[in-house]
């Protein structure tokens, strides 16, 4: 099993709303990370979960609350967004260990839209 | 500011001829490359890597070189397929992880049949 699953693929949601967005990967990888793609963008980086601990946040609001709940799971709580936070977040997991193995496995990604 | 630029937006190739995707980075401290695929609805899937101790290599059809000097990579596709139409990304990372992944700005590549 070599997949990144995301739900859900779409969510549409108000300012007010609170929601969440997982992630589920079955590959043993200990290390998974949120991105945020705007459209004609590359993804830019959010959060690194290693060994179920947050070991990069890149400046993120805090209307964006990650959560890894065990090592094959990745939640991104969202609450009180703008609608400038609509875009694709992409999760990813890597069997990183300290070193550089390259690959990342990303899911098909969720795509947010904030009203 | 773009630490990774890819800067063609777009390429079209005629089937069977080669694909050259170019990549140019400003960071220095980055020492690994990376090129990702990705299609329409899909997450980036990786394609090929190097480090910076190499300047080239090698994964059947697609070849990755690296101009340390000039901070220059590029990915080869030869022969192109019609399967390879896709947006194409560059990333890069400093040494010691792969957890500070910057990517580029991506190239679409349409191969023409």
């Known amino acids: 099993d070599t997949e990144v699953t995301q739900t859900p693929k779409h969510l549409v949601m108000g300012m007010t709303n609170k929601k969440s967005l997982k992630c589920e990967q079955h590959m043993g990888h200990r290390a998974m990370y949120w991105y945020k793609q705007k459209a004609k963008k590359p993804p830019e980086l959010m959060f690194v979960y290693s060994y179920e601990k947050l070991s990069i946040n890149e400046s993120v609001p805090s209307r964006f609350s990650p959560e890894c709940p065990n090592s094959s799971l990745l939640n991104l709580h969202l609450h009180a967004l703008q609608p400038e936070d609509s875009a694709l977040y992409l999760c990813?997991?890597?069997?990183?260990?300290?070193?550089?193995?390259?690959?990342?496995?990303f899911g098909e990604g969720s795509r947010l839209t904030v009203l | 500011d773009q630490q990774v630029k890819q800067n063609s937006p777009s390429l079209s190739v005629q089937e069977g001829r080669i694909s050259i995707l170019n990549c140019d980075y400003t960071n220095s401290m980055f020492d690994y490359f990376l090129w990702y695929k990705k299609y329409p609805a899909e997450g980036p899937t990786f394609l090929i890597s190097?480090?910076?101790?190499?300047d080239k290599n090698e994964d059947g059809r697609f070849t990755v070189f690296l101009n340390k000097s000039a901070k220059h990579l590029s990915l080869h596709i030869v022969p192109s397929q019609p399967g390879d139409s896709a947006v194409y990304f560059c990333?890069?990372?400093?040494?010691?992880?792969?957890?500070?992944?910057?990517f580029g700005t991506g190239t679409r590549l349409t191969i023409i049949p």
């Open positions: 990333a890069a990372t400093p040494s010691g992880g792969n957890e500070k992944l910057t």
């Open positions: 190097i480090s910076s101790i190499k």
């Open positions: 990813a997991s890597s069997s990183w260990t300290g070193a550089n193995t390259g690959e990342l496995f």
